[in-house]
């Protein structure tokens, strides 16, 4: 278990979070620079905060109104920095052992060789680092910091160092880590898809700041500002009026069409940002436009096309309208092809309530054209 | 066009250089004049001397260096100057500051003369005297070779157990090691050649405070013979210091971070 509720001053830069977890893998999730590394290397104890509490397992190792500072020697956390900073005068085995130096010559060479094995290092016990390739590097600075048993293992943008396409590959074996140890993590990153894939507990931050914390679902689906919904790249953040509140939907004015949402308690005329993921916009076939209940239909002219490996994205603008586009979809290559996109000038695109999330706009700017 | 500066300037460096080698050689009595009291008794002093200061250095330099590295504080600036400020006092100003410091009526000095303690005129300032001018030697690769260590090793070792002493022994210094030897020959070398601030506030004591350069000076003279065999070994024994540490350090980098 985890708790955290600090303060860290620095310079123009003020940290000032709180959050609790209690197992699994937490991921802090936001720009360069909003903290996310400073509040990692104060669960390590290489930073102080100037107040608060920090709490493992129960466990005060910062708790600033009673004067306790547990030296990051004595708090059993697994530190693994962006670089996996590993020792390059040892060897990945004196690596692995480096941390042992308190058990008995025979529990140590046990304990490297059950960490080499569990690792998959057996062939690079006597290498350096030097010689291994990124996710061989990424092994032993994970092996080196689980081997001190720590109750809590700290992550700092593990993939960034590596190749794209071994991030997967790597995420997965973090994730099994994970599971087989039962140690709790708490992951620093910028790249949305390690949330998608290892955010069991997502923890948004900005500025220092934490503006959202939620199961991943939460984070994407429910962002609750425009920044969070940025962040994890909704693709459509619209900019809409409330209508009118009816008996169980809210009526919402965007681009001068009325589009049906969910009902939350806003007034009439407050400005809102509707979102809506871009896999979220439905394409409607002329032959099914009746096949069931339908809202919030729109007829819409593409604009431009993308691909990008699996998927396609299409950008569709309303006919009366002169942005750019109004509205962006992302389908999978199957269902492009099979709808035979190529050459669409036009489409037919259902936004279903379901998909609709509706959030405050604080800036009070007209909201159509 | 850029061949003939280049010339006169190699030449200008290693002709007299060579001139003092091309007038021993044809001598005889090389090995007489080595033995004579004057040229090894300098030998020795000099070298236990250098080796001392090179000691005191490293000592008290290693921390600052270190310092210097890895903190940011109020006043880093100023002691970041003083370690510059030997390297652009003239050595006979260092002399006699050091001088008016460990002298018998110095700031310090007075108050050790009472304890019994005096260090003008002795070996001990001679050991000063070159700790002092060559200290910056050291300092500066020292803290070049700290810098280059990722401070995350360090914080890593933090938090696998270490103490932030043993993890200087057992990362920073292993890592910098390169920079502290290469820095540690300079620092050394500097030493064997001090000259003005020695004269000043150790003197010319043969046995006690006459080192090599100091022999040369009185050599010139009355002995040009062993002036000129004292000059080859200050320029042969540097040299070879240097070459030798190159050539471990090469040898040694192939190994340990291939």
């Known amino acids: ?369 | 066009m850029l061949l003939i500066p280049v010339l006169l300037m190699a030449g200008f460096l290693v002709l007299p250089l060579l001139a003092i080698f091309l007038r021993i050689l044809p001598q005889e009595g090389i090995w007489t004049t080595l033995q004579q009291p004057l040229v090894t008794e300098a030998l020795q002093l000099s070298l236990v001397t250098s080796l001392s200061s090179l000691g005191l250095t490293a000592l008290l330099g290693t921390p600052v260096a270190y310092v210097l590295a890895r903190y940011r504080f109020r006043g880093i600036g100023v002691l970041d100057t003083l370690v510059d400020m030997p390297t652009v006092l003239p050595p006979t100003v260092a002399g006699v500051a050091l001088l008016m410091t460990f002298g018998r009526q110095g700031l310090l000095g007075q108050w050790l003369d009472t304890i019994g303690l005096q260090i003008s005129f002795t070996t001990v300032a001679v050991v000063l005297a070159q700790s002092f001018v060559s200290a910056p030697f050291y300092i500066r690769a020292a803290q070049a070779g700290f810098q280059s260590v990722d401070g995350e090793l360090e914080r890593v070792a933090y938090t696998l157990g270490y103490s932030p002493l043993r993890t200087f022994l057992r990362v920073t210094v292993p890592l910098a090691f390169p920079a502290l030897l290469s820095g540690g020959v300079m620092a050394w070398a500097r030493a064997l050649g001090e000259f003005g601030a020695t004269i000043m506030f150790a003197g010319n004591l043969m046995g006690r405070t006459q080192t090599m350069p100091l022999a040369i000076y009185i050599a010139m003279e009355s002995d040009l013979a062993a002036a000129l065999v004292l000059s080859a070994l200050l320029i042969i024994v540097p040299f070879g210091g240097l070459f030798l540490v190159r050539a471990l350090l090469r040898r040694r980098n192939v190994v340990a971070y291939a």
């Open chain 1, 1 to 369: 278990m985890l708790e955290i509720a600090l303060q860290k001053r620095f310079d123009a830069f003020q940290l000032d979070i709180a959050f609790a977890a209690h197992d699994g893998i937490i991921v802090l999730f936001g720009p360069s620079g909003s903290g996310k590394s400073l509040t990692l290397q104060a669960v390590a104890g290489t930073v102080q905060p100037d107040s608060g509490y920090i709490g493992l397992d129960g466990q005060p190792v910062f708790d600033h109104r009673n004067g306790i500072n547990i030296a990051p020697q004595q708090r059993r956390v697994g530190y693994v920095p962006q670089n996996y900073a590993l020792f390059p005068h040892l060897t990945v085995m004196d690596n692995i052992g480096f941390g042992l130096t308190r058990l008995s010559r025979r529990e140590r060479e046990q304990r490297v060789t059950e960490f080499v094995e569990l690792f998959g290092l057996q062939d690079l016990g006597r290498h350096r680092p030097r010689q291994l390739s990124g996710g061989q590097q990424q092994r032993v600075a994970l092996a080196r910091a689980l081997a001190i048993r720590p109750r809590i293992l700290l992550l700092d943008e593990p993939f960034a160092a590596l190749d794209v396409s071994l991030r997967s590959a790597l995420r997965q074996e973090l994730m099994q880590v994970q599971t087989r140890s039962g140690v709790m993590i708490l992951m620093v990153t910028h790249d949305l898809a390690d949330v998608f894939t290892l955010g069991q507990q997502v923890i948004v931050y900005d500025n220092g700041r934490i503006i959202q914390q939620g199961s991943r679902d939460e984070v994407f689906f429910r962002p609750v500002n425009e920044r969070v919904a940025a962040f994890v790249q909704t693709g459509n953040i619209l900019p809409a009026v409330v209508d009118r509140i009816e008996s169980g939907t809210l009526w919402l004015d965007w681009q001068g069409r009325r589009l049906a949402a969910a009902p939350l308690p806003f007034e009439s005329g407050t400005p809102v940002y509707l979102c809506v993921r871009a896999s979220q916009i439905l394409i409607v076939r002329p032959d099914r436009l009746t096949a069931r209940q339908r809202e919030n239909l729109l007829d819409v002219d593409v604009v431009g096309q993308d691909m990008h490996a699996e998927t396609y994205t299409l950008y569709l603008r309303l006919p009366d309208s002169d942005a750019a586009h109004d509205l962006e979809l992302v389908l999978p290559g199957y269902v492009y092809h099979r709808l035979e996109l190529e050459n669409a000038k036009s489409l037919t695109v259902e936004l279903r309530r379901q998909d609709l999330h509706v959030i405050h706009r604080q800036d009070t700017a007209a909201s159509t054209s």
